[in-house]
């Protein structure tokens, strides 16, 4: 079956950076693309980003487009997302998400477990 | 960016009833639309994509409908497990967006 393991949590300082993998089984990696998608304390949910699984290729939400970077290893089919100087409000939770190999599909058919980024001084 | 607008906010429902939750685009985004559920403490779950057709493995008592800018998740009879809030998400244009949550309670 289709899952997608997340790293664990970290606690970061305001400033430092913060990777987190997302580690995928169950399907051919290279098929399909990640989303990355973000959830504040007590808020709804706001995406971050894409990355191809196929060829690598990215479209970021603006918000994020000078700090985040979204890379993958497909030998290790692994969905890497980094976001750099941080600050409070980044404080969240950080789901990664399929997309599924449909023509014109853009939504997100699994999700990972989440992974919990704290940004405090 | 396209603006997904949902309502109610909070909708409450007896079991055994039927909800119904809304959710307007600030354009167009034809069919190209999805409906997520989110239990506390857990990551989101697909319900509806294509603006209609069910996610694998969701009861049949989810539907949705709706193309352009209006949609519409209908839970024709809710049980005590549907307790969750829902996100509707546009993925027509870049960025995708979500709209704000309707928490459904039971």
Redesign the interface.
Known sequence: QVQLVQSGAEVKKPGASVKVSCRSSGYTFTSNAI?W?RQAPGQ????M??ISGYNGNT?Y??KFRDRVTMTTDTSMTTAYLELRDLRSDDTAVY?C?RV?NIV???????????TLVRVSS | EVIMTQSPATLSVSPGERATLSCRASQSVSN?F?W?Q?KPGQ????VI?GASTR??GMAARFSGSGSGTEFTLTISSLQSEDSAVY?C?Q?ND????????TKVEI
Request: no cysteine; charged share 10%; glycine share 14%.
């Open positions: 989303s998608v709804g949910l706001e995406w980003g894409w479209n939400a603006q789901y998400a599924p014109g599909a853009k939504h997100s058919d699994h999700w990972g477990q989440g | 190209n999805a997520y989110q990551a989101p779950r697909l994509y996610a694998t996100y998400q993925y870049w960025p995708l967006t979500f709209g704000q949550g």
